[in-house]
């Protein structure tokens, strides 16, 4: 069982940055690719990073790559995302997600890959 706690959401103007961050509970959190997904009002839920287990392969949607990083301490159990340049459609309830199987690449786009999900925290941009 992993149990993740966000933090770190907020309201930024357009241009802004924030840092989310997703403690995970656990010993085992380095035997775990992490996700970050987000929900915009009205929209179905998405993918926006991925990290693999050892933090050394990172995966970015489109819409987020260049502006996003995901990274990872295994020693104190937690993943970020760093936003830069962040735009008002970045505005969604993010949750960072956690998944044991052994995958890769694209696989760790899909949602439902996923084994174990945050609450989510609130990113609101301003224009």
């Known amino acids: 069982q992993v149990q993740l706690v966000e933090s770190g959401g907020g309201s930024v103007q357009a241009g802004g940055s924030l840092r989310l961050s997703c403690a995970a509970s656990?010993?085992?959190?380095?035997?775990?690719?992490m996700g970050w997904f987000r929900q915009a009002p009205g929209k179905e839920r998405e993918f926006v990073a991925a990290?693999?287990?050892?933090?050394?392969?990172?995966y970015y949607a489109d819409s987020v790559l260049g502006r996003f990083t995901i990274s990872r301490d295994n020693t104190e159990n937690t993943v970020y995302l760093q936003m830069n340049s962040v735009k008002p459609e970045d505005t969604a309830v993010y949750c960072c997600?956690?998944?044991?199987?052994?995958?890769?690449?694209?696989?760790?786009?899909?949602?439902?890959?996923?084994?174990?999900w945050g609450q989510g925290t609130q990113v609101t941009v301003s224009s």
């Open positions: 990290i693999s287990r050892s933090g050394g392969t990172t």
């Open positions: 656990g010993r085992t959190f380095s035997t775990y690719a």
């Open positions: 997600a956690a998944t044991g199987a052994l995958i890769v690449g694209n696989f760790l786009r899909r949602e439902n890959e996923y084994d174990y």
